[in-house]
């Protein structure tokens, strides 16, 4: 039986990483809350997981750079000014309007690419001597620190310090980790969305709609914690059955703003096209991306399987789609939050369904943070020590890919 509130009552004793989570679905009012600790307090609670996140990302860097350097390349350049850092700099500079016509015929837009980031590298620029890269970059490294952030303050809340300790630094070891230190907006986005689901889990709604609007001019996939929002108030109006008062209005309000920046862009390039609201599909139909319900990507694993070496990637891949599926099941049986079920089987969704460059779904499911939950519950349960001996050979090896993928085909 689904459990019927997303917070306890305040005779509710605090989880640890031994504990099952302690809510599921129902209403969140800012009425019921708890007493928020204070700025200060809530960091000193995140530090250590901030300074693990750091110290992965610092060994990332450092392990590019040398990478980078022995190949005669700079690792600079490689995170701040190729692949879409540079569509993202051209919004900056230049504006929409921007594309390039390929060869075959594809027409690459830089409608594609949401706005906030871009806004964000134009006001870097705007209040500093730097560059729109420059921007980009230094945008990335705080949302990457405010992104890991919010995901122990999901994962706290949710099963206590030490799940969400270990489920930072598990985001951070991802092996296409070196993503949340380019001038991408995988990291922004995710800060975002992380900081919405948890205002929805503590009932701060106003909070949870604004940084949701925020997440959908970031990425499409915006519309994944669009849904999460709208689930989460939907089942607190069905238990309640109270839409007046100021709680009413909170969730109301969250449920008006949530959509607005995803639907927002959407209309506007539609406008700009002059193809009304599926302009921007046309779009992301030139880049060649689309929601075919993952039959390209299955059609692509199946084609690895025609000769032997191409056959163990293949394997590889259907493994790797296993395992986001097992640990989805996993937190449905886990019984995690309502809200987090549905942002993660959305973001899941879009990632393994579209029919986009496959070399990107890993970078694609990286906001998926909530698919570590179940992870970093069974790393809790063991000592630092062993917990340490398991994340650390990790963290190098994800370091050392990341300088061999940069420096090789890197992310699309």
């Known amino acids: 039986m689904w459990r019927t509130s997303l917070i306890p009552s305040s005779t509710t004793p605090r989880p640890t990483g031994r504990f099952p989570p302690r809510s599921i679905i129902g209403p969140v009012t800012d009425l019921e809350t708890r007493a928020a600790p204070s700025r200060a307090g809530a960091l000193r609670r995140a530090a250590p997981a901030l300074l693990g996140y750091a110290a992965v990302r610092a060994l990332g860097l450092i392990t590019l750079a040398l990478w980078s350097a022995a190949r005669d390349k700079s690792a600079y350049t490689l995170l701040t000014a190729r692949w879409d850092a540079l569509w993202y700099t051209r919004v900056a500079d230049l504006g929409y309007g921007y594309e390039v016509r390929l060869a075959n015929g594809d027409v690459h837009s830089n409608l594609a690419f949401f706005p906030l980031l871009p806004w964000l590298e134009r006001l870097v620029a705007a209040v500093s001597p730097l560059s729109y890269a420059d921007g980009g970059f230094l945008v990335s490294l705080f949302a990457s620190l405010a992104a890991a952030w919010g995901i122990f303050a999901v994962a706290d809340h949710v099963y206590g310090r030490r799940a969400g300790v270990c489920a930072v630094l598990l985001w951070a070891v991802l092996p296409v980790g070196i993503v949340q230190s380019m001038a991408y907006s995988e990291s922004l986005f995710t800060a975002l969305a992380a900081w919405s689901l948890y205002a929805v889990l503590t009932g701060r709604w106003v909070t949870a709609g604004a940084l949701a609007l925020a997440a959908g001019l970031t990425r499409p996939v915006g519309m994944a914690v669009v849904a999460a929002v709208w689930v989460a108030a939907v089942a ?64 692509f694993v199946a084609e690895k399987f025609t000769s032997f070496p191409s056959a163990l990637a293949g394997a590889g891949l259907v493994l790797g789609v296993a395992s986001v599926i097992w640990l989805y099941a996993v937190g449905v049986r886990q019984r995690q939050p309502l809200p987090l079920l549905v942002y993660t089987g959305v973001v899941t969704a879009l990632a393994l369904c579209a029919s986009s460059y496959f070399g990107s779904k890993p970078r694609l499911l990286m906001p998926a943070f909530p698919l570590l939950l179940p992870l970093a519950l069974a790393l809790a349960k063991l000592s630092i020590r062993r917990s340490a001996w398991v994340l650390g050979p990790v963290a190098v090896v994800s370091a050392v890919y990341g300088g061999f993928w940069l420096n090789g085909s890197g992310p699309p």
Do not use: E, I
């Not at 406008?271 to 046309?282: E, M, Q, V």
């Open 236 to 299: 607190s109006f069905a238990r309640d059955r109270r839409t007046d008062g100021a709680s009413g209005t909170a969730r109301a309000a969250s449920m008006l703003l949530a959509p607005l920046g995803t639907a927002g862009y959407v209309l506007w390039v539609g406008h700009r096209t002059g193809k009304g609201p599926l302009g921007y599909l046309d779009v992301q139909a030139g880049w060649r991306n689309g929601f075919d319900g993952g039959y390209a990507f299955a059609r």
